[in-house]
């Protein structure tokens, strides 16, 4: 699955098993980690060793790259999920990265794009993904693409993410 969109942009499924895939997953994610809206510190040595081959252990998993020309430029990790409501599944966005040299180029866009299709493709009913309150280019790029704040009744308010380490 590709976006040949533009000339030297390409967009795909990663491929776990292919070491440029494998490099290219690690170094965003990284890179993404030292930013400050992916918290500012680099990815544990642990991580940068074995997040490619956990990821390829799990059939819920899967991941979108960009790369301009053979520079990679953008990443995207999903993980399936189940909406028990509607009785399907979702798809999870977990990490969104595109490297600072491409940022507002709609790189971010037609890496969302090729996830709605991999989603619907698995039968999923929505797509989730959460966002820091600072991350304005964010934010603006997912209400482009039809992402909306979530509640079920107006009165309750709005969903907020929680989240308890385990360590």
Known sequence: ????????????????????????????????????????????????????????????????????????????????????????????IHDVAVLVSHRGQRVGEKMLALVDQIARERGACKLTLEVLQGNASAIRLYERVGFAGYQLDPAMGSAQFFQKWLA
């Open 1 to 92: 699955m590709t976006d040949s969109t533009s000339s030297s942009l390409h967009i795909c499924r990663a491929d776990y098993a292919q070491p440029a895939h494998a490099r290219a997953l690690v170094q965003l994610l990284d890179a993404y980690a030292q930013d400050p809206s992916g918290g500012g510190e680099p990815l544990s040595e642990f991580a940068k060793a074995n997040l490619v081959a956990e990821l390829a252990k799990r059939p819920q998993a899967f991941s979108v790259l960009a790369f301009d020309g053979d520079l990679p430029v953008g990443l995207i990790n999903c993980i399936e999920g189940f909406s028990t409501f509607a009785c399907k599944p979702l798809i999870n």
